[in-house]
């Protein structure tokens, strides 16, 4: 009788379906929070206060409706009211 090998790959793939779904959820949240923490602290050191606080609110409101388009036009819109803008720099 002869032992059946698998293949290197063939292990990793039962390696990645054995995982714990609440750890993979857990580890994904954790990087989309801290992600998205930075993204917030950036959108603030390069916008003025009241253009970063729409931005946030546009930004939590795309992710709560899953709308990923509706933050980049927020961004566009914003950029171009700065950029018409003669009080700011």
Do not use: C, W
């Not at 989309?32 to 206060?49: D, G, M, V």
């Not at 009241?50 to 566009?76: G, H, M, P, Q, T």
């Amino acid at each position: 009788m002869q032992k059946k090998t698998r293949s290197l790959l063939e292990e990793l793939e039962e390696i990645g379906n054995n995982r714990d779904v609440k750890h993979l959820i857990e580890n994904r949240a954790t990087n989309i929070i801290t992600s998205a923490i930075n993204l917030l602290e950036l959108i603030n050191r390069n916008y003025p206060k009241d253009k970063a606080e729409v931005l946030e609110r546009r930004l939590l409101s795309a992710i709560k409706n899953k709308d990923k388009n509706k933050f980049s036009k927020s961004i566009r819109k914003k950029d171009e009211e700065i950029k018409n803008d003669p009080t700011t720099l």
